[in-house]
């Protein structure tokens, strides 16, 4: 998992070729926690299909807003740039979250 921060999230994600998997969380954020260890596992799984990031939400907060990310936890996946599927807050399970990942690879 690629950890992403206010300064390599255009690079990494909005002028990135092909499927980005975005893990946006928060300090504190007990959800966002709980589905961690998931997203992980499923960045191992899949990481050869499709392009696992994170992004501290608390660390930019802007960049965060500027991406309508409004609650968390959510779970997008970006493709040439553009926001194509996303889980939010209630919605993000680890099986939402997988079911997600399989629609797109």
């Known amino acids: 998992m690629l950890d ?10 909005l002028e ?8 946006f969380y928060g300090d504190g954020c007990v959800p966002c926690a709980a589905l961690m260890p998931f997203v992980h596992q499923y960045a191992e799984e899949y990481g050869d299909k499709m392009k696992f990031t994170s992004l501290n939400t ?18 997008a996946i970006y493709e040439n740039g553009a926001m194509i599927d996303s889980v939010v807050k209630e919605e993000a399970t680890a099986d939402s979250i997988l079911e997600m990942i399989k629609r797109h690879i």
């Open 4 to 13: 992403l921060t206010k300064e390599n999230f255009a690079a990494e994600v």
């Open 16 to 23: 990135a070729e092909g499927k980005v998997f975005v893990d």
């Open 58 to 75: 608390t660390k930019a907060r802007r960049l965060a807003i500027s991406q309508k990310i409004l609650g968390l936890p959510v779970m």
